[in-house]
Every structure is written in structure tokens, then in C-alpha cells.
């Protein structure tokens, strides 16, 4: 930070006379122009302003400065200076003008030249715009203060060599945005703590020199230029409904989706929902953010990034109190914090630190154990200093309005993955794992598109790995090459934050091989926060770089291609197809939430119309998910039971599929069919006919059989079959993915 510039004040001795001689004082004392020049403690921050003379009508100013040190906070300045550009106009509503803003554009001043002098601060700079062509721009701020107090700034910008009318602008706040938090609890987990209180210096394993002092959500993201709002009144779901003990992600997004339905001043806005519920369907996650529509017309129109969750009564949280007093409840309330503040992270658009190829980031945005994976253990609490990183600060406090803001931009389109970061890993020899995808070579045009994950190990000691392989977990990146040549980051529109699975290959065989050096999941790539990855007909190519427990390992490149419309009908079909709420629908699994009924419809009238082919039989699967399982929602402040299991809907609609998997000999298909027989298992067993159960399971486990399927496999197949319907009811226990060795 710089020193303000002040008058000294000092006493000098007269040595001209005796020791103990009384002597006239020549302190000089502080002026009144002194005072007046005091400079403020900072001048970083937001400020608002109007364009010209006449007033708020025409072009509007937002200003923010990150050019010195904010009190209070510990946050490294950027050294940046960025703004967003308004249109301004007056409406009359019931009869009273009121102004109306609408945002135009954001730019940024990377290297901006400060001069300070006793009375202002003179900033001059190039301005970069995020979108768009623009004739070279620069802009003139001066920023004054009197008695310590900043009194505005004025900006003008010249552009193309004209420079334009300035804007007078008033000094807001030291953030340089503001955001709105509204947090629900559900009934069973609206208990102290209800939010994170921790103190710095409560768990030992922290940095020497680590500043003590209480850090809460609104402080965490104080440090990063945020002042969050959390609202005081929190609403308290009932979730007592019987037979309700988990959340799926369908329901969590239905309840999102209710709780904004109250803001009709529509999105983009800085308004975000978080919830604490009692476990997800998968007791290992802990918290979830999912990148899905709301409010706004409901789903399919917007917003993204906008809600999350996390779950009070997952293991992580045992311990937890108000006041820790021991280590374990230390560690409890720190990690209570974490979880919190990551998941509303992901909402500013944040990717995962590794995601952006810095897997060694000391920030909220990494995981603690995939750290210590890398660097140690205990390593990164030993570090961390609750903190975002420089690069995260930058994005949050400087970025493009429409990929900070709630609602704007999908999730990882302002991430700094304009050119994703890792989508040339190429891993050498000698690797103790292996990743290969696989798949079959041709899809039908809106056929969703699943790939076979198979990890194996290559050495003569067994390995132990992490099986969550799909990218939601984090421990899989997918980069699609498209038939254009362009490549993405195919990213998952729901993050879980978890526990481990871990799974042991056995060595690679030198004699029988029965798979067990080997380990599979298939994942659907369908959709993602970019919408639908392969909507369009040609060749494309897949990679994925699987990273946890210190493995980097990049899989090989799968060509796979995607047919033209065989019929006009497909043709027809297909903008219907191509929607949001068809590609939340498959990616929640199933949901029967009314925002997403018409996806629901479409894929309805996609399993009729194609019935047998390979898209009928994908859009049967997911109504036979939805409709299959018991779906509870928020009516009130409560939670209802929307829709009760219907087994045998859901069982008429999969026969066509069932029947086409076991006509069928390709082993690219064994993980679809093996899928499939497991979902019409529970489904039966909740029909009570676990003989019907049995029957499909032995049926697969001859096909597999006669295809090459190894023992292991085959061994692990018999364990499908249902002991009790219970066993297999969702809503009798947090369900866990099954352990699947390969096919293959």
C-alpha cells in the first residue's frame, strides 16, 4: 500500500541554551489544508456514475478499482481496473418515472499507470473490451478526497482518438460487487450451527503465520471483493414426509426452481440459493452445486449457476458444534466452512483448480485431498490461507459481467477455459494406470452418447484408484474435438464434493485373465452446461485425463461419429429435442419436476415414435427413471410427495429395450444392457416380483457369458439380484453407485 503524503510534524531542540533552560516549542502543527489533503485508507473499490450534464439519461458507469489495499481484508490488490457500461432511460410504471438500467458491456484496464498526489489519485490506461471489435480505447480517471473522505471520481474514455463526455461517478462501497444469499434448511437439519463460524488459529494444522481472526461466508468472500448479503430470514422445509430420507439432484433443482419463482425482476441477477439438507441419494456427497434453469419463465430460459446444497448430515460433519473445543470439532467446523464456500464458488463460475490446469492452487476452489495426494499429507491445510487464488480474484472482481453473474453465462464460460487448459495431456510410459475409452463407432442422430470408462492396472502390485469416473465427481476432464474442429471442455451441469470411492485392481495377469485388473463405468456425455455435446451430425473425437491420488492419466483419443437424419420426421423431431429441459432430464437421471414436464413429454413421445431403435430405447430408459421412483417436491414449506413409483410403467416402457440389448452381440453394448437389467431389478423388486428379478439377471449373466465376458464380471452380476424389496428402494437408504470391473 502506498504512504499518504504527510506534512511531518516534529520537535528540534535549541542547543544554544543551558540543559533544563525552558526553551520556545517550534513544533510545526498540522494545517488546515493538511486536513483537508488527508488521504482515505483506500481507494479501491466500486463506484457509480452518470455520463455528461444532463443527468442519469443515456450511458451509466459501473467503476471498480483495485489499485490499493481495502481495510480489513486479506486479499492481495490486483493492480486492475474494470467496468461495466449501462444504457439508462426513464419508464413510467403506474404512473411514476422510474430509471431503467440495461447493461451493454464490460471492459478491463490490465495495466493501468497510478500516480498519486496529496489531493488525488490520476489513473491512466488502455481499455480491453471482453466482446466485440472497438477502435483503440483509453481512459482518464481522477479519483479526489477531502478530510480523508473520497469525494468521486470523474472517467472519460477516448476513443478512436475522440474523447467522450465524462462520467461523474460516486464512490459505493470497498467491494466491487454485491451479492444476495438466501439460505433454506430443511426441517431435520435446522440446527446450530447453521452457519460456519471458525476461528483461524481453532485447528493446529494451519500456516505459522496465519492472521487469527473469525472467518464466516460473508468474510470469505469480503477478502475476494464480494459483500455478500445472506438474508436474515431463512425459510425451514418440512421434510418429514414419510418415506423421504435423501435428495436426488431432480428434486434439489425442483426446490431451487419454487424458491426463485418469488424474484420477478427476472435474470441475470446476483442473487444466489443455498440449502441444507440432510444427504443426497449418495451418502459420500457432501455438497452439490447444479448449473440448471430457474425462475425466468422456468427451466430451459436461464439462469445457471445459481443454486447448491450441502448436507448436514454427512459424515464430515459429526462433530460439529458452535463453539469446537477439541481438534475433531475444529476440523468439523473448518471443513463445514470450506464446503460452503466452494459450492457458492462454483455459482461466480469457478471450475475446479485442476480443471484449469492448477492442481496445486492453495484455494477454495481445490479439494484438500487431492493436494495432499499431490504434495503431502496435511499439506494443504498447512498452507491454505482462506483464500481464492490471484487468477479466481481477477475472474470475480474483474471478469465479464456475464460470466461472473448468476444467470449469465453458462458455468465455465468465463472460467478462463476459453482454450481448455489440459486438452493436450498426453501421458508417457510407464504409467501404473491405464484409461481407455471406448465405445461403439456410430450413434444415430439424437441418439445420447455414453462412453465406456475403463481403468487398468498395468503393474504386477495391486492399485488402489478412485471409481467415480464420472466428470461429475472431478476426477475426470472430457474434451470433445466437434465435427468443426473446434475443441471443448465437456463439463458436467452438476458437481458433487464428496468422499472417495476406492476400488482395488488386482495385478495385470500373466495367466487367466478373469478383469479383476480392471474397472469400468459407463457415462452419459449427452449433455453438459454447453448444452448438447454431439447435436450435430459428423466425426468427432473424445479424450479424458483422469487425475486423483497422484495419477495423471490421459486416456487414448475415441473417434466416434454421428449419423444424419435417416427420415424427415427425425428432422422435425430434433429442435424439440435439442432443448434444456430434454438434456437436464437425462442428466438428473430422471425428474419429474413440472419445470422440466416438457422434457419429460419429449422424451415420452422420442421412446413412441423410435421405439427399439437405440434413441427410442435411451428416451424409454430416462422416463422409466423418472417415473419409476418416488419424486418428492416443496409445496409450501414443505415436502410432498409428487409422484409415487409407478414400477410397472416403468418396466412396460423398457421391454423394447431389454429385448433389443439381448438380440443383440456387441460387446460395446454389454455396460448399456448390464445398465439396464440393474435398473428393471430394483423395479421389479419394487413390484414385488424379485422371481422376475432373478430370471433377467441369470438371463444377462448367460448373454454376457456367450459375448467374452470375463468371471469377474459374471461374478459380480449374480449380486444384483434383490434379497428384499427393500433392498433395492431408493427411499429405504442413500443409494451408492455400484462397483462395476470391466466388460471387457
Known amino acids: 500500500m502506498d504512504t499518504p503524503n504527510v506534512p511531518s510534524t516534529h520537535y528540534t531542540p535549541d542547543v544554544s541554551h543551558e540543559p533544563g533552560q525552558s526553551v520556545p516549542s517550534t513544533q ?208 425451514v422445509i418440512d421434510d418429514s414426509a414419510a418415506g423421504f430420507a435423501s435428495w436426488n439432484v431432480g428434486e434439489l433443482h425442483d426446490a431451487m426452481e419454487t424458491s426463485f419463482g418469488k424474484y420477478n425482476s427476472g435474470w441475470p441477477a446476483w442473487n444466489m440459493w443455498g440449502i441444507q439438507a440432510g444427504i443426497f441419494d449418495s451418502a459420500g456427497v457432501g455438497g452439490i452445486m447444479f448449473d440448471a434453469a430457474a425462475g425466468f419463465g422456468g427451466a430451459g430460459r436461464g439462469p445457471d449457476r445459481q443454486g447448491f446444497a450441502v448436507f448436514r448430515n454427512h459424515s464430515w460433519f459429526t462433530n460439529l458444534v458452535s463453539n469446537p473445543t477439541t481438534q475433531d470439532q475444529a476440523w468439523a467446523m473448518r471443513h463445514f466452512l470450506y464446503t460452503w464456500v466452494h459450492e457458492a464458488g462454483h455459482a461466480f463460475n469457478f471450475l475446479h483448480a485442476w480443471d484449469k490446469a492448477r492442481p496445486d492452487a492453495l484455494s477454495w476452489m481445490n479439494y484438500d485431498w487431492k493436494y495432499d495426494q499431490r504434495n503431502g499429507t496435511d499439506t494443504f491445510w498447512a498452507n491454505f490461507r482462506f483464500r481464492f487464488d490471484d487468477d479466481e480474484l481477477l475472474h470475480m472482481r474483474h471478469g465479464d459481467r456475464a460470466s461472473v453473474i448468476m444467470g449469465g453465462d453458462p458455468w465455465a464460460s468465463g472460467g478462463h477455459l476459453e482454450s481448455p487448459a489440459g486438452a493436450m495431456t498426453v501421458s508417457g510410459p510407464g504409467s501404473d494406470v491405464e484409461l481407455t475409452l471406448s465405445a461403439k463407432d456410430h450413434f444415430d442422430y439424437m441418439e445420447p452418447v455414453s462412453i465406456e470408462f475403463r481403468l487398468r492396472n498395468t503393474t504386477d502390485v495391486p492399485v488402489m484408484v478412485d471409481g467415480r469416473l464420472d466428470p461429475r465427481y472431478g476426477n475426470t476432464t472430457v474434451y470433445v474435438q466437434k465435427p468443426n474442429g473446434t475443441v471443448v471442455l465437456h463439463e458436467s451441469v452438476v458437481c458433487f464434493y464428496g468422499l472417495p470411492e476406492i476400488v482395488t485392481l488386482a495385478p495385470a495377469p500373466v495367466g487367466d485373465d478373469d478383469g479383476s485388473d480392471r474397472y469400468s463405468q459407463l457415462v452419459q456425455l449427452a449433455y453438459g452446461v454447453g448444452g448438447f455435446a454431439f447435436d450435430e451430425p459428423g466425426q468427432y473425437l473424445v479424450r479424458a485425463v483422469y487425475s486423483t491420488d497422484g495419477i495423471v492419466q490421459a486416456s487414448n483419443t475415441l473417434p466416434l461419429r454421428v449419423g444424419f437424419p435417416v427420415t424427415r420426421e427425425e428432422d422435425r423431431f430434433a429442435p424439440g429435442f435439442f432443448t434444456r429441459e430434454v438434456g437436464l432430464t437425462l442428466a438428473f437421471e430422471g425428474s419429474m419436476s413440472p419445470y422440466l414436464s416438457k422434457g419429460l413429454d419429449t422424451l415420452t413421445e422420442a421412446a413412441e415414435r423410435f421405439s427399439g431403435e437405440p434413441l427410442g430405447v435411451k428416451a424409454a430408459t430416462a422416463v422409466a427413471q423418472s417415473v419409476g421412483d418416488d419424486f418428492y417436491r416443496r409445496k409450501d414449506e414443505r415436502m410432498v410427495k409428487h409422484h409415487s413409483a409407478d414400477p410397472e410403467r416403468a418396466l412396460a416402457l423398457t421391454d423394447s429395450g431389454l429385448a433389443s440389448y439381448q438380440q443383440g452381440a456387441e460387446a460395446a453394448s454389454n455396460l448399456a444392457y448390464r445398465g439396464l437389467v440393474e435398473l428393471r431389478t430394483a423395479l421389479h423388486a419394487k413390484a414385488d416380483d424379485t422371481a422376475a428379478a432373478k430370471s433377467e439377471v441369470e438371463t444377462l449373466a448367460k448373454d454376457l457369458g456367450t459375448r467374452g465376458a470375463n468371471a469377474t464380471v459374471l461374478a459380480g452380476v449374480k449380486e444384483m439380484i434383490p434379497s428384499t424389496p427393500a433392498a433395492r428402494s431408493r427411499r429405504s437408504a442413500p443409494r451408492k453407485p455400484a462397483k462395476k470391473p470391466s466388460d471387457g
Open 28 to 235: 510545526s502543527l498540522p494545517s488546515t489544508e493538511f486536513w483537508r489533503c488527508r488521504r482515505p485508507a483506500a481507494v479501491s473499490g466500486r463506484y457509480e456514475g452518470f455520463q455528461g450534464n444532463p443527468g442519469p439519461i443515456g450511458s451509466a458507469l459501473d467503476l471498480r478499482l483495485d489499485i490499493d489495499s481495502r481495510d480489513g481484508v486479506q486479499s492481495p490488490v490486483m493492480n486492475k481496473v474494470s467496468g461495466d457500461f449501462y444504457s439508462t432511460r426513464f419508464v413510467k410504471v403506474a404512473g411514476v418515472n422510474q430509471l431503467v438500467k440495461t447493461y451493454v458491456e464490460s471492459w478491463i484496464v490490465d495495466t493501468p499507470l497510478v500516480t498519486f498526489t496529496d489531493t488525488d489519485v490520476h489513473i491512466l490506461g488502455t481499455v480491453r473490451y471482453w466482446k466485440g471489435t472497438r477502435p483503440a480505447t483509453t481512459v482518464d480517471i481522477v479519483v479526489s478526497w477531502s478530510h480523508g473522505a473520497v469525494t468521486g471520481a470523474v472517467a472519460t474514455f477516448t476513443s478512436g482518438g475522440v474523447p467522450g463526455q465524462p462520467y461523474a461517478c460516486t464512490y459505493r462501497s470497498d467491494a466491487f460487487r454485491d451479492m444476495n444469499l438466501e439460505l433454506d434448511y430443511c426441517s431435520s437439519v435446522d440446527i446450530e450451527p447453521k452457519v460456519p463460524i471458525y476461528n483461524s488459529h481453532a485447528h493446529n494444522n494451519r500456516p505459522a503465520d496465519l492472521p487469527n481472526r473469525t472467518i464466516t461466508i460473508e468474510s470469505s468472500y469480503k477478502d475476494a471483493g464480494i459483500a455478500v448479503t445472506v438474508d436474515p430470514v431463512h425459510t
